[in-house]
């Protein structure tokens, strides 16, 4: 078995499932530590090319391991390309209304709102490093093997030319939104991890190492976490030899 079928294996349960909006796709499974007392959260946004066939599902299995070690963690799902107001700017208001919903109830689940990190995988980097560009409230902001360059996406056409379907077009002609949606060219003052594997065949591992340069050359704190070996999927897999190091990051980012 390879990191690629966390995709398909069933998650554990999560502890609930609370609503943030009234369409179907806005919703967040939260998952609680067992000990008392205020803890620290991981909001988790998933990837998947921002496509509508992709669901939060496959990372409930990172969000179950992380809770095993003392952190809330809260798995969103969003509207995604294929949903009736999926897309850009949709996909984004429904992550910043999942943040702010969360923020705002922090006390009724116990969360730290002092000891909050925001979190995406592949497009969820990209959807993860624009909610901390966009909202001063964030302070940590982790990428895993995210799409956080959308300009480079559009020139490796990856998935398809996926982010012209998520921004509703080329760069020429929808020239602001790839100016509001891309990490890249957006200024963040959150503490930044970019965790990404160097045998990553789907979001190459150049996207967060010519990041980290980019944003370290304009003072952004940021960081490269480099995974020898490791692919696309192993860094959501609690089961891979790379989660480890995705572990300590995120630790390292609540702490």
């Given at each position: 078995m390879n990191s690629e079928d966390i995709l398909s294996l069933a998650p554990p349960k999560a502890d609930m499932r609370v609503s943030y909006g009234r369409d179907p796709n806005q919703f967040v499974d939260l998952r609680l530590p067992k000990a008392k007392g205020l803890h620290s959260l991981l909001i988790?946004?998933?990837?998947?090319?921002?496509?509508?066939?992709?669901?939060?599902?496959?990372?409930?299995?990172?969000?179950?391991?992380?809770?095993?070690?003392?952190?809330?963690?809260?798995?969103?799902?969003?509207?995604?390309?294929?949903?009736?107001?999926?897309?850009?700017?949709?996909?984004?208001?429904?992550?910043?209304?999942?943040?702010?919903?969360l923020m705002q109830n922090a006390g009724q689940y116990e969360f730290d709102a002092k000891s909050v990190v925001v979190m995406g995988h592949s497009a969820g980097g990209q959807l993860a490093l624009c909610l901390a560009a966009h909202e001063p409230e964030v302070k940590r902001a982790i990428s895993l093997a995210g799409v956080?360059?959308?300009?480079?996406?559009?020139?490796?056409?990856l998935s398809n030319n996926a982010v012209v379907e998520f921004l509703?077009?080329?760069?020429?002609?929808?020239?602001?939104?790839?100016r509001e949606a891309n990490p890249m060219k957006l200024s963040i003052a959150a503490r930044q991890w970019l965790v990404?594997?160097?045998?990553?065949?789907?979001?190459?591992?150049?996207?967060?190492?010519?990041?980290?340069?980019?944003?370290?050359k304009a003072?952004?704190?940021?960081?490269?976490?480099?995974?020898?070996?490791?692919?696309?999927?192993?860094?959501?897999?609690?089961?891979?030899?790379?989660?480890?190091?995705?572990?300590?990051?995120?630790?390292?980012?609540?702490?």
């Open positions: 988790n946004v998933h990837g998947g090319f921002w496509r509508a066939q992709y669901d939060l599902a496959h990372a409930g299995h990172l969000c179950a391991a992380l809770t095993a070690k003392g952190i809330a963690t809260a798995n969103l799902e969003y509207r995604r390309v294929g949903n009736p107001g999926g897309g850009w700017p949709g996909t984004f208001e429904d992550v910043r209304a999942a943040y702010r919903f956080v360059d959308l300009l480079e996406a559009y020139r490796l056409h509703g077009g080329k760069p020429e002609d929808v020239a602001d939104h790839y990404h594997g160097t045998e990553d065949d789907i979001v190459p591992f150049a996207f967060s190492k010519d990041y980290v340069a980019a944003k370290q003072r952004e704190d940021v960081r490269l976490v480099e995974i020898r070996g490791a692919g696309h999927f192993d860094v959501i897999d609690p089961r891979s030899g790379a989660w480890g190091r995705v572990e300590g990051a995120v630790v390292e980012a609540v702490g």
